[in-house]
């Protein structure tokens, strides 16, 4: 018979037995299962933890009892955290790891449409476009309705030139997820970069509705807002980028102080632009603001320029118009190197900021007409505002001509405005995440306005700014008999235009080798493009002074020579001379016998 005692000790002894085989068989003490691993990578990338989320991955990598399926999941995970990793740590060596992963994830499963989507990202990063695009083209067929695909393959189409492409693929991630906001952003990056600025002003407001704390995006609309002529509201984009950023910004500081010059508000002007001088002592454009700010309000600017620090580089843009500015270069030399072909929009970007200086340092001087003629030539597009027409109009509205009539240079064409492709030759994105930030940015250091955004961004990481085209000019020395007799097209000959009207000097007279040679003539510019020749052989003929074009090869470059002459006699040709010496900006050569 069993007692109680003996009972009550059998009772504990099971209850121990059973509460032991419990504890060791319980879920919190045995391994986790692969679905529990993978669950647990993806929550800790999704809070941030790489570290933690990398080692969640690679275990269900080495499980043996883990599916192809699940085994590719992983890879593809770990591709990922590879990817996020090489952002938050700036290691570009994680990159080829993060390939390599989701090489791994497609070779076990070839339809596995996420490791497409990141690898065709990561090869974006290491700078190969072309199979980005072919990945992110996979990855779109095996999932339409992946927004994130779309907008990364703009990524990739921009990267290829192939701007109105990437346009479209934007157009179709916002259409399938309207409230991501990075596309509206990405967007509006690529429309600046197209010269559409009024559009990209509402992608950004839209962007600002669901982010309103990043700072990149309000100084972007600023430079919109500056170059169709609202520098009222640039002003308090400029304002919050310095609010959300306000150490180590000195594009925001430079765009505010360049926009306080254009309100008339010269002493804030001054303040930001030395303040970001000290930052980025080789900035030229701004040395060149602070220069006329300086001589606005009375004070000397020469010494900005005059800095060794400053460049006079008469072959590159804005160097050219230190020169100018410094009485070494003529304004048409400085226009010249503005000029040159790139893309439209950039070019006309270049343009018009140069006419814009040129036409503010005549104003400062008192020169009311030759302030009139420079900005006069910015001119507005009948579909759309370009850059600084408004401000220009504004500018001329508000001039005190002065009392000495100066004729103006009929306004030369502008290049057709058409899509940006070599924009795309910077990437178009902030950095981001893998899965939700890769998105277009446009090269930031804007285009040619001042450097404000090192003109269009890489999605992945920033890219450096590309070089300054390098301008084409003719020496300015004495030339030699061989080289007045440059040689020219068939159909172009030498000719010389009467002294008549302005519209005369388009259609110049053609004159024969026999009626130049021996007779006397200098030389004032050489242009590009033989509309802008003709044009600047109106102010030459509106005082009574023979011209003729002389087309020659500089550097493999067609150039129009603009001469003035011929003269009978030296003293003639000295005379003529001494009056184009007279002109705002001229520095005519020597006088040479033909």
């Known amino acids: 018979m069993i007692t109680g005692t003996t009972k009550r000790i059998y009772q504990i002894s099971a209850w121990f037995a059973g509460w032991t085989l419990c504890l060791f068989s319980a879920p919190a003490f045995s391994e986790p299962t692969v679905e529990e691993s993978l669950k647990a990578g993806s929550e800790a990338m999704g809070r941030g933890f790489l570290a933690e989320a990398e080692q969640h991955f690679t275990q269900v990598t ?31 060596e ?19 449409q996420q490791a497409y989507r990141i690898r065709g990202v990561a090869m974006l990063s290491a700078g190969f476009p072309d199979r980005a695009a072919e990945d992110l083209s996979v990855a779109v067929a095996l999932n339409p309705d992946d927004y994130l695909s779309f907008q990364n393959r703009a990524l990739a189409l ?7 492409e990437a346009m479209t693929e934007l157009d179709s991630a916002i259409r399938l997820k309207p409230e991501h906001p990075w596309s509206y952003y990405s967007r509006g990056r690529l429309r600046v970069a197209q010269g559409d600025y009024e559009a990209s ?6 962007f600002i509705r669901f982010k309103r704390d990043h700072e990149e995006v309000y100084r972007l609309r600023g430079i919109s807002r500056l170059l169709i002529g609202l520098p009222q509201q640039a002003v308090g984009d400029f304002y919050e980028s310095l609010r959300l950023r306000p150490n180590n910004n000195p594009d925001a500081l430079f765009l505010r102080g360049m926009t306080f010059f254009l309100l008339d508000r010269f ?33 000397p600017g020469s010494a900005i320029l005059t800095d060794p620090a400053a460049k006079k580089d008469v072959a590159n843009w804005p160097e050219a118009l230190v020169a100018v500015f410094l009485g070494e270069a003529t304004a048409e030399q400085g226009l010249e190197v503005a000029r040159l072909p790139d893309n439209p929009v950039e070019s006309q970007l270049r343009e018009h900021l140069t006419l814009l200086l040129l036409g503010l340092n005549a104003q400062i001087k008192g020169h009311g007409d030759e302030a009139s003629k420079w900005l006069g ?23 005190v001509p002065s009392e000495t009539k100066v004729a103006a240079l009929p306004t030369p064409p502008y290049p057709p405005q058409s899509l940006r492709s070599s924009t795309a030759q910077s990437s178009l994105a902030p950095k981001s995440t893998a899965t939700a930030e890769p998105v277009v940015s446009p090269e930031s250091k804007p285009p040619v306005l001042p450097k404000a955004d090192e003109a269009v961004r890489k999605p992945i990481a920033e890219s450096a700014p590309a070089p300054s085209p390098k301008a084409v000019t003719v020496p300015e020395k004495k030339p030699s008999k061989a080289d007045l007799k440059a040689v020219t097209a068939p159909e172009s000959k030498p000719t010389v235009a009467k002294a008549e009207p302005v519209q005369a000097a388009t259609q110049p007279k053609t004159v024969t080798d026999q009626e130049i040679k021996g007779k006397f003539a200098f030389k004032v510019g050489s242009y590009s493009q033989i509309e802008y020749a003709k044009s600047a052989m109106a102010q030459y003929t509106n005082i009574g002074l023979p011209v003729f074009l002389e087309q020659g090869k500089i550097q493999e470059k067609i150039m129009q020579r603009v001469w003035v002459g011929p003269f009978d006699d030296r003293a003639a040709a000295e005379k003529g001379r001494e009056r184009v010496r007279g002109l705002p900006n001229q520095s005519p050569t020597e006088i040479v016998q033909r």
């Open 267 to 299: 002493v804030e002007a001054e303040q930001d632009l030395v303040a970001a001088l000290k930052m980025q002592p080789n900035h030229t454009e701004n040395r060149l603001w602070l220069y006329l700010t300086r001589e606005r309000i009375g004070k």
């Open 158 to 164: 921009v990267k290829l030139n192939r701007a109105q």
């Open 62 to 92: 080495n499980r043996t009892e883990a599916t192809r399926l699940q085994r590719a999941t992983a890879f593809a995970g770990r591709c990922a955290v590879h990817y996020k990793n090489s952002l938050t740590t700036n290691h570009s």
């Open 201 to 206: 002003i509402d992608d950004f407001i839209t």
């Open 377 to 399: 030539m910015i001119k507005s597009d009948t579909k759309r505002e370009v850059p600084y027409s408004r401000i220009a109009q504004q500018i001329l509205r508000h001039a």
């Open 94 to 112: 994680l990159i080829p790891q993060a390939i390599s992963d989701c090489d791994q994830a497609i070779s076990l499963k070839s339809d596995m």
